[in-house]
């Protein structure tokens, strides 16, 4: 039953940062790093500190825009 509960909590935490990354701009496929110890941080890393691929589309859309 403890099992069950651990893979539920798991398939949840995965969709979710899948969710997350993907609404960044990144590939989905880079939430399996959060499953990583060590790469998890580096996941954070990326998703705290370097620009989104989303935002780089919103600012040139706008250099667009004012032409």
Do not use: S
Not at 45 to 58: D, M
């Amino acid at each position: 039953m403890i099992f069950v509960f651990w893979l539920i909590l798991f398939t949840l935490n995965l969709v979710c940062f899948w969710r997350i990354f993907e609404k960044a701009g990144f590939k989905g496929a880079y939430a399996l790093m959060m499953v990583v110890p060590i790469l998890n941080i580096v996941g954070l890393v990326l998703l705290a500190f370097v620009e989104w691929p989303v935002h780089r589309l919103v600012n040139y859309l706008d250099e667009q825009r004012r032409r």
